[in-house]
């Protein structure tokens, strides 16, 4: 069943903006990933953070995890047209092969 | 290199036909998956096999039937196909804990 929910659902922005995407869930998780999926290709993953972890960073990529809340989120910082694409959430629990998706955020960066 | 391949890129078939489609992943990963994603961009978990025995097996019409000949490669038959059945279907692979998952590149079904 279908678990992550990412909001907004889409957001433009100009380059060199940042661009901010939420993703709540329901259940407990042993991981939360972020994934990103460019227009006509596979899903790419971007970072992972761990339930017992709050903050990570990957370059210009800042993920959040607020386990109280059940939420996370994912900052790109000083945006590119090149991260115009699809954002995805998941999540594990159990064996963590299993991963429950979000709806995916769309993000359009405008040179 | 390619790390998860999938054949063929683009299927476009006519209802009732049969048809399969063709994963493989050169990572060394114990762990296979196939996803549907429609229109909407809705990514549902199909099946998963983890050396070459199967873990994950949601709601899927009989008519999907996966097959692992071996850990490197993880096929989809699909009987009868309907126009429902039109998506883009990806495989994905996976080792250890935690799981971060390598998606292939992706078959476009289109059912005429």
């Known amino acids: 069943s279908q678990q992550g929910e990412e909001d907004p659902q889409a957001l433009s922005i100009q380059e060199g903006e940042n661009a901010t995407m939420n993703c709540s869930y329901k259940?407990?998780?042993?991981?939360l990933q972020w994934y990103r999926q460019n227009s006509g290709r596979g899903l790419v993953h971007l970072i992972l953070?761990?339930?017992n972890e709050r903050e990570k960073h990957s370059g210009r990529l800042r993920v959040t995890l607020d386990t109280s809340k059940k939420s996370s989120s994912l900052l790109i910082t000083a945006s590119r047209a090149a991260d115009t694409a699809s954002y995805f959430c998941a999540t594990a629990a159990g064996n963590n092969r299993k991963l429950i998706w979000g709806l995916g955020t769309s993000l359009a960066v405008n040179p | 290199d390619t790390a998860v391949s999938q054949t063929p890129k683009y299927l476009v078939t006519q209802m009732g036909n049969d048809k399969s489609i063709k994963c493989e992943q050169n990572l060394g990963h114990d762990t296979m998956y196939w996803y549907k994603q429609d229109s909407k961009k809705f990514l549902k978990i199909m099946f998963s096999?983890?050396?070459?025995?199967?873990?994950i097996n949601e709601t899927v019409p009989n008519r999907f039937s996966p097959k692992s000949p071996d850990k490197a490669h993880l096929n989809l038959h699909i009987n009868s196909l309907e126009l429902g059945d039109s998506a883009v279907y990806f495989c994905a692979s996976s080792q250890g804990d935690p799981a971060t998952q390598y998606f292939g590149p992706g078959t476009r079904l289109l059912v005429l």
């Open positions: 953070i761990r339930s």
């Open positions: 096999y983890n050396n070459k025995e199967l873990i």
């Open positions: 259940t407990s998780i042993n991981n």
